[in-house]
């Protein structure tokens, strides 16, 4: 999967509606990213931007307005090879309530914690979100964004979109489920013991 096709499947899949969200992959020392606001129906390899390591694009286009979340992303984690943001619909809805998703189901480990946080808010395209998604994203893969979208990044492109698509149905189920009360919660101990088994979960 690239760059386009994972943007695709997400507008596809409703996570990222009209021009909504973005998409990045490490390149270089740099990333390639999707750029600011282009539908993606009509996106094709040559309108993605190469934004290097200082964060200067280089391209036809301008690069995603959240383009300093992506670069951040990249500097501080090593194992970051894609970053996908979404505004999909349930995770957005819990990020506009301020509420993360607690561990109320054990694949809330896969996000790498025993819990997905949500970061506070900030405008679109400040270093400031950049900072508050830093914090959520300590020791985790994904994250909300307060009263906006969700934030995944993986070892791969394809882990990246698989982590994002996984954040919106966890969001759907807890949703689900807090229209009842709210679910009982894994302890530490059994969370613990999850992500443990994730550790050489899908490996030969």
């Not at 490490?26 to 200082?54: C, H, M, N, Q, W």
Request: net charge negative.
């Amino acid at each position: 999967m690239n760059v386009v096709e994972a943007a695709k499947r997400l507008s596809a899949l409703g996570l990222n509606p009209g021009k909504a969200g973005n998409v990045s992959t490490r390149a270089g020392a740099g990333f390639l990213i999707t750029p600011s606001g282009k539908a993606y129906e009509s996106l094709e390899i040559g309108d993605l931007v190469e934004v290097d390591a200082s964060g200067k694009p280089h391209g036809t286009h301008e690069p995603s307005s959240e383009w300093r979340l992506h670069h951040d992303i990249y500097a501080r984690h090593a194992d970051a090879q894609a970053v996908v943001h979404t505004h999909s619909p349930y995770a957005t809805t819990l990020a506009c309530l301020h509420r993360g998703i607690p561990p109320f189901h054990y694949e809330v480990a896969l996000a790498g914690g025993s819990d997905i946080r949500c970061a506070g808010y900030a405008t679109f395209g400040t270093q400031q979100l950049s900072d508050l998604a830093l914090g959520a994203l300590e020791g985790r893969r994904a994250c909300l964004l307060a009263n906006h979208g969700s934030v995944a990044f993986g070892d791969s492109l394809d882990a990246a979109v698989l982590l994002a698509e996984k954040v919106e149905a966890l969001a759907r189920i807890y949703w689900q489920a807090i229209q009842v009360g709210e679910p009982p919660r894994l302890d530490e101990g059994q969370m613990a013991e999850v992500l443990e088994k994730y550790r050489h979960y899908g490996r030969s």
